[in-house]
């Protein structure tokens, strides 16, 4: 159960997310709803997970779309240090890069709050296809057709192939496992795909089910450790 304070550590996150959201500062939003989320889920507070999945994913949803109005998809090639330097607007990355560099990418647009969507693709498949991939907690990778021009890729093909990510990333969930557990699987993959709105509305559902699991039996809640191992076995 969640203490006094974490609780109203959290609501005051949640507060300032939403005047964050109200004032279009999304990067705020963002990293603030973030943090809320992540301090709920130690907690097991789903009930709380559920409320700030909607700030988080509507302050990514902005930034999405500010990053998916710049003209033209751009290529990422060359040596990528801690602190690679990356304009606004849709990026591709292929080898030698690799999905840990593309969410090196990513980070640190979103800690320097330039709306930056990337993207790292792997080697074409003999069967023509372009396999994409995201590195986080979780490992998520997608076949996908390659665009009609490989050399210049369009807007439609990027925003497609990063659907195609997400939708992925939910296919991978384990409907069999209880709620509790799913909803650890489920914000793994959210680490790793977090440009995807299907995603967080799956991550809101679960939450919800989870919060319903536990409190028809409150004795069968997952305990911290057990929650701990989930994550272990998610980073494996």
């Known amino acids: 159960m969640t203490s006094p304070a974490k609780a109203a550590r959290i609501d005051d996150l949640m507060h300032k997310a939403h005047l964050a959201l109200k004032s279009g500062r999304w990067f705020e939003a963002e990293r603030v709803a973030q943090r809320a989320m992540e301090i709920s889920h130690e907690a097991g507070d789903f009930g709380r997970m559920a409320r700030i999945v909607m700030p988080l994913q509507e302050s990514r949803r902005q930034r999405m779309q500010l990053a998916s109005e710049v003209i033209g998809v751009k290529w990422i090639e060359g040596e990528i240090t801690e602190d690679h330097r990356v304009g606004p607007g849709m990026h591709i990355m292929q080898p030698p890069l690799v999905g840990a560099d593309a969410r090196r990418?990513?980070?640190?647009?979103?800690?320097?709050?330039?709306?930056?969507?990337?993207?790292?693709r792997e080697p074409t498949t003999r069967l023509g296809e372009v396999p994409i991939v995201a590195i986080g907690l979780m490992t998520v990778r997608v076949r996908i057709a390659a665009p009609d021009k490989p050399a210049?890729?369009?807007?439609?093909?990027?925003?497609?192939?990063?659907?195609?990510?997400?939708?992925?990333?939910?296919?991978?969930?384990?409907?069999?496992?209880?709620?509790?557990?799913?909803?650890?699987?489920?914000?793994?993959?959210?680490?790793?795909?977090?440009?995807?709105?299907?995603?967080?509305?799956?991550?809101?559902?679960?939450?919800?089910?989870?919060?319903?699991?536990?409190?028809?039996?409150?004795?069968?809640?997952?305990?911290?450790?057990?929650?701990?191992?989930?994550?272990e076995s998610a980073r494996g």
């Open 152 to 231: 210049k890729p369009t807007k439609q093909w990027f925003l497609k192939a990063l659907e195609q990510l997400g939708d992925a990333a939910i296919g991978m969930i384990d409907t069999g496992m209880d709620a509790v557990r799913q909803v650890d699987f489920a914000m793994s993959l959210l680490d790793s795909v977090p440009d995807h709105e299907e995603l967080h509305t799956t991550v809101a559902a679960l939450c919800q089910r989870a919060e319903s699991e536990m409190r028809e039996n409150p004795a069968g809640g997952a305990s911290t450790d057990s929650k701990a191992g989930s994550h």
């Open 105 to 120: 990418v990513r980070l640190t647009a979103i800690r320097r709050e330039v709306p930056a969507l990337v993207l790292c």
